[in-house]
């Protein structure tokens, strides 16, 4: 059985279209994530998998359920972590965890071993109210309340945006424990980076599935050969290489540009010559350029660019 | 070379807390200097007290040549600032958000009427002018708020996490326009979540425990810690952090 | 029953714990009761007195000159007759008439008794009771002095005042304003504290969390209400004791029918701000729902301020409406008049109605998702 089953969703305010044809599948004990950024309709297909919208057509189910028509039974399993920071300010760490807890109809000490690895980390704050923690240590909390009644699926909305590189590779550890625990997890992200450490993930963007499956059959699908580009001036560089011949796209990355072309024009090792030979003359200083593999960041703007133009 | 932003032994204390301790550094003149560092290392409260909005508990310095304990009003002027938070009124329309920034800075009606045509045709947003900003795609909005940011040809642009939650290709789109920026000779001062972000940047200083840990261009800071790109030398650095955010 | 107390426990550290709220909810009621009490008794000085009655009779000269020597009250005129009283009044040239008898003097002598009327301008019936009362010292002290000397004995003499509020016959007393008070407070404690609060969570997402969680919907808004009908039980008291011990308010009819009347509107309230919690989605703007939507109806049509009967005939329909209306004249009865149940039954039955159809459309209308 899939955890989640999402089919063909569709969801507007007005007249604007948040989510069109939305078709998923969940297995279950898997990390998924749902990588898009801002506006992409990512919130929107959390609410309604937690019951807290209902969609204008198609259907889903969670952990087998019903999101319509059992959406009482769907709150009793599932844990959900809003986007924002949605807990009580004015009580404390414990006497939030409690309250969730009782919520759900059980105790903290029922469950304790469920939320020990991180709980243990906020412990010496327990009397601490929830509005002075800092921003790592909300978050820990806020995954707590939504752990402490053992869920069968997790859902966490974008549980890392606006989180520095050090406290996210954190959070990530802690999912990763998680679903070692046999929890699903439904995760979502504006950050590509993290796509590979999920088992699997769905792009979305402007209220679409572009692609989805494992990250590395995400990467392999990516239809052109792809260089990495390093020549100083930078910025010029980008530049002028867009404007060269075969030239398909080019973004920066970091420290070097990416460059995909065809790959049928020509053999790979000529293709890396030329280019090279090309920026050379063009009177770049500091030129390298290497064949490399694709990332989720650069399928997402292949794919995105290919939606636009459908 | 001119320097834009010179700070000495700046310090910001809240009661015993001491959220920025005695950080000096100088940025020039069209620069892109990106401010990075851990939630909580201080990266915040230093731009405030550099935009003016804060006074420093000690150390002092200057920005676009002015005090920055004795003439914040005149910073105010001379700086645009641009955050992913607040940047542009969503229910005004997209000519009246320029009216409006053009205004506060005091720009004529005639330089606001320039302005306007100069900035909907280089972003290529002629056709949404009378459209209300909440309709526009978030990485649009990005984008107008930051050349509105500009409108009044500031010596610096202070942006914080400009691109939090853009769509890869516009993110990078953006980063175009602050080289354009950089290119016409605007010191940008940046803070920023993506780590590949900060490569694109001419130095970059990584603020840890309320002090500056590191400052250097990307490439001298990745020979420094032995990093192979500039998230790897993040984690070094606030890895040292003791203050816990 | 474990949920609904933890629900519980959880409001009540919200309201202990916000030193705002806490300020609002216990200082408001004594603020309010010190502002309506004493602000708006001002003290009034020069009121002007017109005479009707026969200037040659010796005791009623006698009295006018005592009132003009009062320091509150300047005679003005003399009247030939009452007809001319209330165009003095509308013209805004006199305060209040007090019009003596044919042979007041003489029958004073003769049977012991004289009728006085005094007729004060209803218009503003705060002032013009106050005046009155003036009047009616005076009177009372003139009325001694005199049978003392007719007969060596008190209370053998005795004016007969009767006393007319022109425009407002149904003559506003001065405590009028301790119901109209203790109206007003439960309807801001009750209605803007639980929309507000509830308000509150759906602004900071919490309300996204207990919708995603088994608990009933239902339970929330009991829990969101049961303190706040505690609290409202508290400044219930505080009033009924400040207008006692302060105000000397009395409370003549039965505390029991006053305490189910006042639980009665407390549930009114707490539906209404139900209704608003539904509606608004912004703190700010529940505040102003509240403030705007139902404070200042209730301030100016429910008869606190402006007394029902002189509001034109639409006004009048309007004010049908407002529950508070139908709580403060039920209190008025209950503690001034001191009328028991089956005076009111007919006001009881308005604001019971009133309450089951505003607390199932709110019921009905909180919605189980977003």
Sequence with gaps: ?310 | MENVIEIHGLTKRFGSFTAVDHISFSVRKGEIFGFLGANGAGKTTAMRILCGLSVPTSGGGTVAGYDIVREPEKIKRHIGYMSQKFSLYSDLKVWENIRLFGGIYGLSDREIADKTSEILSSLGMADVRDSFVASLPLGWKQKLAFSIALIHEPDIVFLDEPTGGVDPETRRRFWELIYDAASRGVTVFVTTHYMDEAEYCDRVSVMVDGRIGALDSPAGLKRTYGAEDMDGVFRILAGRALRKE | ?370
């Design chain 1, 1 to 310: 059985m899939n955890a989640i089953e999402i089919h063909d969703i569709c969801k507007s305010y007005g007249r604007v279209r948040a989510l069109s044809g939305v078709s998923l599948e969940v297995k279950e004990g898997e990390i998924f994530g749902l990588i898009g950024p801002d506006g992409a309709g990512k919130t929107t297909l959390f609410r309604i998998l937690t019951t807290l919208l209902l969609a204008d057509s198609g259907s889903a189910s969670v952990a087998g359920l019903d999101v319509v028509k059992d959406y009482a039974g769907i709150r009793r399993i599932i844990g959900y972590m809003p986007g924002r920071f949605s807990l009580y300010q004015d009580l404390s760490v414990k006497e939030n965890l409690e309250f969730f807890a009782t919520v759900f109809g059980t105790t903290v000490e029922e469950n304790y071993d469920v939320i020990r690895d991180i709980y243990s980390q906020i412990e010496p704050f327990r009397d601490r109210r929830a509005g002075a923690l800092s921003g790592g240590m909300k978050q820990k909390l806020a995954l707590c309340c939504a752990l402490v009644h053992k869920p069968s699926v997790l859902f966490l909305d974008e549980p890392t945006t606006g989180v520095d590189a050090v406290s996210r590779r954190d959070f990530w550890n802690m999912l990763a424990r998680i679903k070692a625990s046999g929890v699903t997890v439904f995760v979502s992200t504006p950050y590509m980076d993290e796509a590979s450490l999920c088992d699997r993930v769905a792009l979305i963007m402007r209220g679409g599935i572009i692609d989805s499956g494992t990250p590395s059959k995400i990467e392999s699908e990516y239809p052109y050969a792809l260089y990495a580009v390093k020549g100083t001036p930078m910025y010029p560089l980008l530049k002028y290489l867009r404007t060269a011949d075969g030239v398909l796209s080019c973004f920066s990355f970091g420290s070097v540009h990416h460059l995909a072309v065809d790959p049928s024009a020509a053999g790979v090792g000529e293709a890396r010559q030329k280019i090279l030979s090309d920026i050379v003359s063009a009177g770049f200083r500091d030129c390298d350029v290497q064949e490399i593999r694709p990332g989720i960041e650069d399928c997402f703007m292949y794919l995105a660019g290919r939606s636009r133009q459908n």
């Design chain 3, 1 to 370: 029953m474990k949920e609904f107390l933890a629900f519980v426990r959880k409001e009540f550290n919200h309201i202990f714990r916000d030193r705002r709220t806490m300020l609002i909810v216990l200082i408001l009621p004594v603020v309010q009761m010190i502002l309506f009490g004493y602000a708006v008794r001002t003290e009034i000085e020069h009121a002007r007195v017109d005479i009707v009655g026969d200037m040659s009779d010796p005791e009623v000269r006698r009295i006018v000159g005592r009132m003009d020597s009062n320091r509150y009250l300047d005679v003005q005129e003399v009247l030939p007759s009452t007809g001319f009283i209330s165009s003095r009044f509308r013209r805004n040239e006199s305060d209040v008439a007090v019009c003596f008898e044919r042979d007041f003097g003489t029958r004073l002598r003769k049977t012991g008794t004289g009728h006085v009327k005094v007729v004060g301008d209803g218009s503003d019936p705060n002032s013009a009771q106050m005046v009155v009362n003036y009047v009616m010292g005076v009177l009372r002290s003139e009325q001694t002095e005199i049978s003392a000397e007719l007969s060596g004995s008190e209370s053998s003499v005795a004016f007969t005042p009767s006393v007319q509020l022109m425009y407002n016959p149904a003559m506003k007393s001065a405590y009028n304003f301790v119901p109209g008070v203790m109206g007003l407070i439960m309807m801001i404690i009750c209605s803007m504290m639980t929309s507000v609060s509830i308000v509150r969570e759906k602004e900071t997402g919490t309300m996204e969390l207990l919708l995603a969680s088994p608990v009933k919907p239902l339970w929330i808004l009991v829990s969101k209400v049961l303190p706040y009908l505690l609290v409202s039980t508290v400044n219930f008291i505080t009033i009924l004791l400040l207008s006692r011990y302060m105000m000397g308010v009395p409370l003549r009819g039965s505390l029991l029918l006053l305490s189910v009347v006042a639980v009665l509107f407390v549930f009114t309230s707490l539906s209404l701000g139900l209704l608003i919690s539904v509606v608004a989605s912004t703190q700010k703007t529940a505040l102003l729902l509240s403030g705007m939507g139902l404070m200042m109806p209730t301030v100016l049509l429910s008869g606190i301020i402006f007394p029902c009967e002189n509001m034109p005939a639409a006004l009048q329909w309007l004010s049908h409406l407002i529950p508070a209306k139908w709580f403060i004249i039920m209190v008025k009865k209950i503690m001034i008049q001191g009328a028991g149940f089956p005076y009111i039954i007919k006001e009881f039955c308005i604001l019971a109605g009133m309450t089951v159809f505003l607390m199932t459309v709110g019921v009905r209308k909180f919605r189980i998702r977003l």
